[in-house]
T-cell receptor, first 113, second 112 residues
Framework: GNSVTQMEGPVTLSEEAFLTINCTYTATGYPSLFWYVQYPGEGLQLLLK?????DKGSNKGFEATYRKETTSFHLEKGSVQVSDSAVYFC????????????FGKGITLSVRP | SQTIHQWPATLVQPVGSPLSLECTVEGTSNPNLYWYRQAAGRGLQLLFY??????ISSEVPQNLSASRPQDRQFILSSKKLLLSDSGFYLC???????????FGQGTRLTVV
């Protein structure tokens, strides 16, 4: 079955540091890939997505590129802010447009002023 | 625009008591609907999903059940709660031809 593996956390960075959060996946077919963000006490918000190989998703300064050859979808941001402190989840959808998602375990990011 | 409502936001229930969590979606029709549970340090686990009224698929055997009495209403229930049912429950919806899902604000359930 499908699975998503995220790097172990938590991650603590200073403001304006560069961020990379690794995500690799196992799936049959051609899944779509997503990053979701969860702020304390809230539900999940879609941060960015990519629906086919070599697509780059981007939003709020975050980027991730769908790499089929390495089955990866790493999240990056050039300069993090305190307001980026949250839990980040990598996810994939089943092959086909049905919005049924498989999630990684999530990683907590804390950004210090 | 589409919105999703989930309530209550927090709930403390004794072991053995019943449970009913409700989720409704506005601004769309015939959505796919999902219940996820988030346990501490374990990510999100898909519990149930529904592609239409009365159509429920269960992903994991458990003490919970789901129902979809109306097109945009999804209910999570239990007859007798266990301590292990504690967690953060999230409802989500996706369009029939959409890839992503959109989440409600969640319900924090504590079983004592």
């Amino acid at each position: 079955g499908n699975s998503v593996t995220q790097m172990e956390g938590p991650v603590t960075l200073s403001e304006e540091a560069f961020l990379t959060i690794n995500c690799t996946y196992t799936a049959t077919g051609y899944p779509s890939l997503f990053w979701y963000v969860q702020y304390p006490g809230e539900g999940l918000q879609l941060l960015l997505k990519a629906t086919k190989a070599d697509d780059k998703g981007s939003n709020k300064g975050f980027e991730a590129t769908y790499r089929k050859e390495t089955t990866s979808f790493h999240l990056e941001k050039g300069s993090v802010q305190v307001s980026d402190s949250a839990v980040y989840f990598c996810a994939l959808s089943d092959d086909g447009a049905n919005s049924k998602l498989t999630f990684g375990k999530g990683i907590t990011l804390s950004v210090r002023p | 625009s589409q919105t999703i409502h989930q309530w209550p936001a927090t709930l403390v229930q004794p072991v053995g008591s019943p449970l009913s969590l409700e989720c409704t979606v506005e601004g769309t029709s015939n959505p796919n609907l999902y219940w996820y549970r988030q346990a501490a340090g374990r990510g999100l686990q898909l519990l149930f999903y529904s592609v239409g009224i009365g159509q429920i698929s269960s992903e994991v055997p458990q003490n919970l059940s789901a129902s979809r009495p109306q097109d945009r209403q999804f209910i999570l229930s239990s007859k007798k709660l266990l301590l292990s049912d504690s967690g953060f429950y999230l409802c989500a919806w996706g369009g029939p031809q959409a890839y992503e899902a959109f989440f409600g604000q969640g319900t924090r359930l504590t079983v004592v």
